[in-house]
Each structure stands twice: as structure tokens, then as C-alpha cells.
């Protein structure tokens, strides 16, 4: 399974199902595979796995078990995969969210709702800048 694909892949993570698919039908638009995770514990586990690697990680602030700034955190002190860059989003309009998903490590914070352009542009900057 492990195939040269594996690293074309983006993790994204939400709770909202419908978040979900749009984000996954978004990022597959833009040419990259998806590790789909419906709550915090599954985007950890998949984190986890030692031949996980990811472009990219695609975060709801807000989930179950374990939040996204948790999996930020737990990201940074991972060697492989310390230099992933993140987007957090969320629906909550609470300002403290972004800064603590700053300081977490995200690179990217989009408040929910946004437009298909909004995401592609966001993800486009991230991969230009990760593999320049």
C-alpha cells in the first residue's frame, strides 16, 4: 500500500462530515491524495503510523478527543513530522483560537466558512513554500 503516492498526501481533519468531504474534494482537485480523520483520535493515529508521511495537515480547531492545536503540538516534537505545515480551521469566533493555533506551530488559520479559492490558495502557498 505504501506506494511513492504516499508522499502527495495531505492529512485533514474535522468533526463536520460535510467539512470533511469539501476539504477532501478540494485538496484532490488540486492533485493531492487525502488521509480523511473524522475526529482528533483518528488524524492521531494516523500521525502515528511510522510510514506516515504528509505534505500537509488540514485541522478543525474544535473536535473530539484530541484538538487540533493538540495535534499541532504533538506534530512539532516529531522528527518526520516537525516541518508539516498546518492549516487550522474553525467556525468559532473566538480570537484566542488562532493565537493559541499559532502558537501551537500552525502556519495557516481560515475561519469556517470559506471558499473553495480561499483553501486552494492557502494550500498553494504552503506547498510552494515547503518545497522551494
Not at 9 to 31: F, M, N, S, Y
Not at 99 to 128: D, H, W, Y
Amino acid at each position: 500500500m505504501s506506494t511513492p503516492q504516499t508522499t502527495r498526501q495531505i492529512l485533514v481533519a474535522d468533526d463536520d462530515p460535510a467539512i470533511l468531504r469539501l476539504v477532501t474534494a478540494i485538496v484532490e482537485k488540486e492533485g493531492y491524495k487525502v488521509a480523511p480523520a473524522r475526529d482528533g483520535r483518528e488524524a492521531y493515529k494516523l500521525l502515528q503510523q511510522d510510514n506516515a508521511t504528509f505534505l500537509a495537515a488540514v485541522f478543525d480547531v474544535m473536535m473530539p478527543h484530541i484538538q487540533g492545536p493538540e495535534l499541532v503540538r504533538y506534530m512539532r516534537t516529531e522528527q518526520r513530522l516537525m516541518k508539516v505545515p498546518v492549516v487550522m480551521m474553525t467556525a468559532e469566533q473566538n480570537p484566542k483560537l488562532s493565537s493559541e493555533s499559532f502558537a501551537a506551530g500552525a502556519v495557516v488559520f481560515l475561519p469556517k466558512p470559506f471558499t473553495t479559492a480561499q483553501l486552494q490558495i492557502m494550500l498553494r502557498m504552503l506547498l510552494n513554500k515547503t518545497n522551494a
